[in-house]
């Protein structure tokens, strides 16, 4: 008797006994897999400590106006999702008007170079509109004065994490763009004379007053001053990364993280009314912490 034929006959079938017995669980396991990976469980970027919606916040008293709560600059648990019809109305309260001095930054994901709008506010009259766009032509940073606009021709990187700014000197009717801690400075030739429309003043994610010209990408952290932060200070809110807390909070007139919700976390109650958002968690693909 050939016993070596034997075993191994014996060891097939036993093989393929275990292969019937356990295939179907082996299969759905597998399938189950694909699955967790799919939605990001298995991402280890998403097991970095992340900040929940509302954990940092501005308090203002009568004497101060300070942070308050986990404000030590973790990346944030969400990040808005524009998907082309997506947008926030925002409150007004307290934002830069006429002539006097502003500063905006932000964190942008843009996925398409199509003219959106990362954020708006003002009228279209001539010399009242302040915007940060990407233009048509390319996807460079564009910043918007009805009249007088400007593409600061600094690249953003389409699908990739960009921090973007600008700050509105009236002395010389300046503008200094930032990004990815590159810096250009441009004159406007003239003084901007921003008025807010009644019913459509200030949007993220598109141009405002039913102008269309909707984003697509992700947008998180937007921060707006009073005043014309210098280079030192722009350079350091982009150094704190996506989830860093405003600097200069005595200047600070609204603050959206848009980590979760569309709330104003400046305490000048600016909420917004979010229209066809989606809150995601699963956006640390393209995004690096600043350096330099």
């Known amino acids: 008797m050939d016993m070596e034929g034997l075993g191994a006959r014996i060891k097939s079938q ?11 669980a082996i299969l759905a396991i597998a399938i189950v897999m694909v699955s967790l990976y799919s939605i990001g469980i298995f991402n280890l970027g998403n097991l970095k400590p992340t900040a929940t919606p509302g954990s940092c916040q ?18 944030p648990k969400y990040v808005g999702q524009f998907g082309g019809t997506s947008y926030i109305k925002t409150g007004t309260v307290g ?15 843009p996925k398409s170079a199509n003219n959106g709008a990362f954020y708006t506010y003002g009228t279209y009259a001539s010399q009242e509109m302040v915007g940060l766009l990407i233009t048509s032509a390319g996807s460079s940073l564009y910043f ?11 690249s953003l990187n389409l699908n990739s ?20 801690g590159n810096t250009q400075t441009h004159s406007l030739g003239s003084a901007l004379n921003t008025a807010l429309p009644g019913s459509d003043p200030s949007d993220v994610g598109k141009i ?26 722009i350079k350091a809110i982009y150094k704190e990364g996506i989830g860093g807390a405003p600097i200069a909070v005595q200047y600070l007139v609204a603050w959206w993280p848009l980590n979760g919700n569309a709330n104003d976390y400046s305490g000048n109650n600016n909420q917004g009314n979010a229209t066809n958002m989606v809150w995601n968690a699963n956006w640390q693909s393209g995004y690096t912490q600043p350096t330099s």
């Open 161 to 180: 994490w960009n921090f973007v700014a600008v700050a509105y000197n009236p002395t010389g009717n300046t503008v200094t763009a930032y990004v990815n």
């Open 144 to 154: 918007q004065v009805y009249g007088t606009d400007w593409d600061t021709g600094m």
């Open 14 to 24: 036993s093989a393929m006994e275990y292969l019937m017995t356990y295939g179907w």
């Open 95 to 109: 934002l830069p008007l006429g002539n006097n001095q502003r500063s905006i930054s932000m964190w942008v994901y």
């Open 208 to 233: 405002m007053n039913g102008q269309g010209q909707y984003a697509i990408g992700y947008i998180a952290n937007i921060q707006v001053y009073n005043a014309s932060l210098d280079n030192t200070t």
């Open 58 to 75: 501005v308090v203002r008293t009568a004497t101060q106006t300070s942070l308050a709560g986990q404000c030590n600059n973790l990346i």
